[in-house]
């Protein structure tokens, strides 16, 4: 995830499987992809300016507008924070296979 000074994610990105299972049987690469999923098309139906996105295979990139209205900032922290606490969850039961990585821009 990339968040700015004040703590709030600007932009996130997931990559690759998690290598726990098969591929279509990997539970933690599924339960990733549902929050994340879940995640761009809360922004994509909640906000009136759309991210950014680029989804294909096992990469999914969010990239936030710069310039949205306080209501649409707040909807979308609200989204992108839940993802993060849904993505941790899994994190602190399967840390050899998932990373959150925190990048500042």
Known sequence: MYKDGHNLVKSF???GHTGYADHGQDIICAGISAITQTAL???LHYLEKKPVYEKEGGLLI???????SDDD???AQAILGTMEMGLREI??????FIQIRIRRC
């Open 73 to 75: 900032r707040l909807k």
């Open 41 to 43: 098309m809360g922004l």
């Open 62 to 68: 969010c990239k936030l507008e710069q310039g949205l």
């Open 91 to 96: 994190e602190s039961q399967y840390q050899d």
């Open 13 to 15: 990105r997931v990559e």
